[in-house]
Nanobody, 126 residues
Framework: QVQLVESGGGLVQTGGSLRLSCAAS????????FAWFRQAPGKEREFVAT????????AYADSVKGRFTLSTDNPKNTVYLQMNSLRPEDTAVYYC???????????????????WGQGTQVTVSS
């Protein structure tokens, strides 16, 4: 069974950058879709961005478009989320998620993703 492990979170000042990594153990098939969600205290988990494992198509939430960039390193089974121009409102626990179906691409519904990581904290100070 595939497991996801996130890393790269931390404390950064407004305007700073962080790169999150999501390492997947096990075999990833071409139909898989990966996504990042985030959850701030007292709020629901929200969709951030998604990428298809084959082809590399991406989609982003409006709140992060132009600031965050997804990429993959297929030989390393790793997905990266480059976060630039960070704002205090980006503060949250960031979760990596995966779905076995390419039909999930772009879905903001957490129930569509079968595999989740444990999350990594991102804190942006003002």
């Amino acid at each position: 069974q595939v497991q996801l492990v996130e890393s790269g979170g931390g404390l950064v000042q407004t305007g700073g950058s962080l790169r999150l990594s999501c390492a997947a153990s096990g075999r990833i098939f071409s139909t898989w879709v990966f996504a990042w969600f985030r959850q701030a205290p007292g709020k629901e988990r929200e969709f951030v961005a998604t990428i298809s494992w084959s082809g590399g198509g991406t989609a982003y939430a409006d709140s992060v478009k132009g600031r965050f960039t997804l990429s993959t390193d297929n030989p390393k089974n790793t997905v990266y989320l480059q976060m630039n121009s960070l704002r205090p409102e980006d503060t949250a626990v960031y979760y990596c998620a995966a779905s076995v179906s390419h039909y999930t691409f772009g879905s903001p519904d957490t129930k569509m993703y079968e595999v989740w990581g444990q999350g990594t904290q991102v804190t942006v100070s003002s």
